[in-house]
């Protein structure tokens, strides 16, 4: 056997042991996510999703991803380009719900320019705006709110609409409502997410995805 040989053999068992590796691994996220499943208590839906509360995704979706979120949170930050992946990669399978989660100084200032971006039709573009340049703005203990405006004006928010848009009583009802049920379920951080009905605990970007999709395939 010339050298030649020998390498196209070790190569081709490299790619073996790195393709059984990663049967091993998705089997043994499965695993978990089974487990997880089956231990955790189910939330009340009630407290879940509320009929005002943003959603993308059928309504109908076989799953439901709930994710407690507060504008500022740096985590959430991180998480929201998860979030986006699981809606690319299951479209019609899961639905993402979210609820706010006012922890932070500023951030019902920020709730008020979603409502009214979302009263525009622009909730989508000025979330994924605030979100990218929260640095600018969500400064802990000083927020820059004025800073938050001009990015959602420059997301296509009409600022001189939602200037009286954002007033609207309905919107305190919202973040009167979203703080009474972040209270009933115990919300401690953000983000927290919800995996149709059950709390997800000791998450990574990876065990969320692997998560969602276990829920999609057994649905």
């Not at 899961?94 to 039709?121: C, N, P």
Request: aromatic content about 8%.
């Amino acid at each position: 056997m010339n050298r030649r040989t020998l390498l196209i053999g070790a190569s081709a068992l490299g790619l073996a042991a790195f393709a059984g590796g990663a049967y091993v691994l998705n089997q043994r996220r499965a695993a978990e996510a089974e487990a997880a499943t089956a231990a955790a208590p189910t939330a009340d839906l009630a407290l879940l999703v509320r009929d005002y509360s943003p959603s993308f995704g059928p309504a109908d979706a076989p799953v439901t991803l709930v994710e407690f979120f507060d504008p500022s949170c740096e985590a959430c930050r991180a998480y929201h380009p998860v979030v986006q992946e699981i809606r690319r990669q299951f479209p019609t399978q899961v639905r993402v719900v979210l609820r706010y989660t006012v922890f932070h100084e500023g951030s019902d200032e920020a709730v008020r320019i979603l409502e009214a971006a979302r009263m525009q039709d622009k909730f989508e573009p000025v979330l994924d705006a605030l979100l990218e340049q929260q640095p600018g703005w969500a400064v802990h203990g000083s927020p820059q709110l004025d800073v938050a405006w001009e990015i959602a004006g420059a997301a296509g928010l009409d600022l001189e609409r939602a200037e009286s848009d954002k007033l609207f009583p309905g919107i305190t009802g919202i973040l009167n409502q979203d703080a009474a049920d972040v209270e009933a379920l115990a919300i401690r951080q953000t983000p927290t997410f919800f995996l149709n009905g059950r709390r997800l605990e000791n998450f990574s970007a990876d065990s969320l995805i692997a998560d969602v999709r276990f829920a999609v395939e057994n649905s």
